[in-house]
């Protein structure tokens, strides 16, 4: 006899792993993370969200307006952010969301994009 027992979903317990962020432009960041593992998930992931603001010398997104961005799927790894300012640094941080809530947050990585070309030509 067969006997098929189910746990009631919790919040995930850990935080995504390996978290980079590039540079991909001068206006957008290239973000990266490792899935949540399996067993920290606490249910099944409704996908990821991605949270970044600019970040000053000494503030951090708390102190500042931030963007969010849902990333759908359990086993999504990845997002592009675009339509940023040329030349500035950027705080990124990731977490997992099920049906319950979402988990721990990832620690910050800050990362500035790419330089961008004058958009005026020089004067004499």
């Keep these: 006899k067969v ?21 991909a432009g001068p206006t ?21 969200m991605v949270q970044y603001c600019q970040h000053g010398d000494t503030q951090t997104c708390r102190d500042r307006s931030t963007q969010t961005v849902p990333i759908p799927g359990e086993e999504a790894a990845s997002c592009l952010l675009q339509d940023l300012k040329p030349f500035t640094r950027y705080a990124v941080r990731v977490w997992a969301e099920n049906r319950e809530g979402h988990g721990p947050l990832s620690d910050y990585v800050v990362q500035a994009t790419a ?9 004499n």
Excluded at 115 to 123: K, R, S, V
């Design 115 to 123: 330089e961008a070309a004058p958009e005026d030509p020089p004067t």
């Design 3 to 23: 006997i098929d027992a189910y746990t009631e979903e919790i919040a995930p317990v850990g935080h995504v792993e390996d978290l980079t962020v590039t540079a």
């Design 28 to 48: 957008t960041l290239q973000v990266t993370w490792e899935p949540l593992q399996l067993q920290l998930r606490g249910g099944i992931l409704q996908g990821y």
